[in-house]
């Protein structure tokens, strides 16, 4: 497993994380010794980065992780949460006294005093432009409550603003074969500012993964049943905001593309690492299986000069014209 540095925290994380989402039960249901499972074995199989948020099972995710660490104390685990989703969406919201209520509350589920790393959840977007927004951050961490901040975005623009600020250490944005935009103009900016770029959705929720067909169906509590049309929250956290069955003929291309005996999922993860300025990918896993399977794209190297040519014609193709303005 290859580790880089994430951006301003100057702490090594593995390629390839885990993101923990699918533990707080948004995609269907998670047994608690199923979750626990599921961070065994990525932890084995060399992740030492997981992804976490305050909102997933409304803490269930993070108390998960947690009890884990508690067990495992000789683990060198880095551990980002996300604050910011359980109240109204408006930016009066992001205020110091809030962010220690958060904060006190993901300590506490996680079992630490000092988190690894708190990342604003997707705000909205004066948020990331507002100074009293990053001072209210720096006090948290001149407090010792937590060690390094960063956001979670939907939008480039977002992402860019959040990059201009001088202690912001890490952006996750989306970032996967069918949604390029950030390699326009976000990578080259983080890479040039020194701050970690943690890429999420890799597998557009699963559609990248190429086990799904027109006759799939989703649980009614999986987001990617109720979240199609952006009913819960930014449709491009669903599908990467793709039409489904639109996605489901790119991934056919896509698999066109790659050598034989090529897994779908580990190639387009591969694809995700090998983008100049990332730091770690976060694939989420629900069985021990799927975390085994991710974590392996981080040993797939390089897939060559015509993978990315190609990836670049099916998004032209298929997404260009509705994902890029959008996001």
């Known amino acids: 497993m290859e580790h880089r540095t994430l951006g301003r925290t100057g702490r090594t994380v593995s390629t390839v994380g885990l993101g923990t989402w699918q533990l707080g039960a948004d995609w269907g249901e998670v047994e608690p010794a199923e979750a626990t499972a599921v961070l065994e074995a990525a932890v084995e199989s060399g ?17 998960t992780i947690g009890a884990f660490l508690q067990e495992h104390p000789e683990l060198d685990v880095t551990v980002a949460t996300k604050m910011g989703r359980r109240v109204d969406q408006v930016p009066e ?38 100074q009293e927004v990053y001072d209210a951050l720096d006090t948290l961490v001149e407090e010792g409550a937590i060690r390094h901040y960063g956001v979670s975005v939907e939008r480039t623009d977002e992402a860019l603003a959040a990059i201009a600020r001088g202690n912001t250490a890490t952006v996750q944005i989306i970032l996967n074969a069918f949604r390029l935009k950030p390699l326009d103009a976000v990578l080259p900016a983080a890479r040039e500012a020194g701050v970690g770029i943690i890429a999420r959705v890799p597998l557009a929720s699963g559609l990248l993964s190429g086990k799904y067909t027109k006759d799939t169906r989703f649980a009614e509590d999986d987001h990617r049943n109720y979240n199609r049309t952006g009913g819960a929250f930014d449709v491009g956290e669903t599908f990467s905001g793709v039409d489904f069955e639109r996605g489901l003929e790119a991934v056919r291309e896509f698999s066109e593309l790659l050598p034989e005996g090529t897994p779908t999922a580990q190639a387009a993860l591969a694809w995700v690492i090998a983008q100049d300025g990332v730091s770690t990918v976060i694939p989420g896993a629900r069985s021990v299986e799927q975390a085994r399977a991710n974590a392996s794209a981080a040993d797939t190297g390089s897939l060559g000069r015509d993978l990315d040519e190609g990836v670049r014609r099916i998004y032209d193709a298929h997404f260009r014209e509705s994902v890029h303005p959008r996001w």
């Open 47 to 63: 992740v030492n980065f997981f992804d976490t948020a305050d909102v997933y099972g409304d803490g269930r995710s993070e108390q």
């Open 93 to 130: 919201n992001y205020v110091l006294a809030h962010f220690r209520q958060w904060v006190d509350r993901s300590r506490r589920n996680l079992g630490t005093d000092t988190l690894d790393l708190v990342q604003l959840h997707c705000p909205p977007t004066p948020v990331y432009s507002d």
